[in-house]
């Protein structure tokens, strides 16, 4: 079956420094890859997506790019800001599930950036 | 606004007493679902629907139901609660596309003494 293995947190960083979040995935079919971010006390956001192989996904200054050779999907940001804290999570939906193209989560990153 | 919105956010209930967590959509999004968040699992589907009168279990179905009258609502029935369904619920909506995105409530934290 399909899952998605993420960094464990919780992860604690300085102002401005670089982050990277690690995330693999395994999949029987043709998954798009998704990060999304929860926000205390709120729903999960996505922040940005890629649908297949080498496509960069990008969204607020957060990358990640759609690694099929390497099965991954590590999401990175070159300079983290105090509002950035948040809970983040890699997910993945098959498109070969046909008729139900739920996400596939992983357990999440807590991040937390000091000034 | 386009948003799925959820009802009540926050519930304590005991031992078998019967709720509904209601969820909402105002995109026409044919596609809906419902997760549950515990720590150290992310999040799990329960039931999904592909349209009206159109749903099908996920991973962890045991002890809920579903219904999917209306293309905008798809409540979740918990007929007789047990403390290891406390957690944290999502209802998600999305389009027919299959690489669209998949929209957020804002969470029902549900208790269960």
């Known amino acids: 079956g399909n899952s998605v293995t993420q960094m464990e947190g919780p992860v604690t960083l300085s102002e401005e420094a670089f982050l990277t979040i690690n995330c693999t995935y395994t999949?029987?079919?043709?998954?798009?890859l998704f990060w999304y971010v929860q926000y205390p006390g709120e729903g999960l956001q996505l922040l940005l997506k890629?649908?297949?192989?080498?496509d960069k996904g990008s969204n607020k200054g957060f990358e990640a790019t759609y690694r099929k050779e390497t099965t991954s999907f590590h999401l990175e940001k070159g300079s983290v800001q105090v509002s950035d804290s948040a809970v983040y999570f890699c997910?993945?939906?098959?498109?070969?599930?046909?008729?139900?193209?739920?996400?596939?989560f992983g357990t999440g990153t807590r991040l937390t950036i000091i000034p | 606004e386009a948003q799925v919105t959820q009802n009540p956010r926050y519930l304590i209930t005991v031992t078998g007493k019967k709720l509904t967590v209601t969820c909402s959509q105002n995109?026409?999004?044919?596609?809906m679902s419902w997760y549950r968040q515990d720590p150290g699992l992310g999040l799990r589907q329960i039931y999904y629907?592909?349209?009206?009168?159109?749903?099908d279990k996920g991973d962890v179905p045991e002890g809920y139901k579903v219904s999917r009258k209306e293309k905008r609502n798809f409540p979740l029935i918990l007929e007789s609660p047990s403390p290891n369904q406390t957690s944290l619920y999502f209802c998600?909506?999305?389009?027919?596309?299959?690489?669209?995105?998949?929209?957020f409530g804002p969470g029902t934290r549900l208790t269960v003494l």
């Open positions: 998600a909506s999305r389009t027919g596309g299959r690489t669209d995105t998949q929209y």
């Open positions: 999949a029987t079919g043709y998954p798009s």
């Open positions: 890629a649908t297949k192989a080498d």
């Open positions: 997910a993945l939906s098959d498109l070969s599930n046909f008729g139900n193209e739920k996400l596939t």
């Open positions: 995109m026409n999004h044919e596609y």
């Open positions: 629907s592909m349209n009206v009168e159109v749903t």
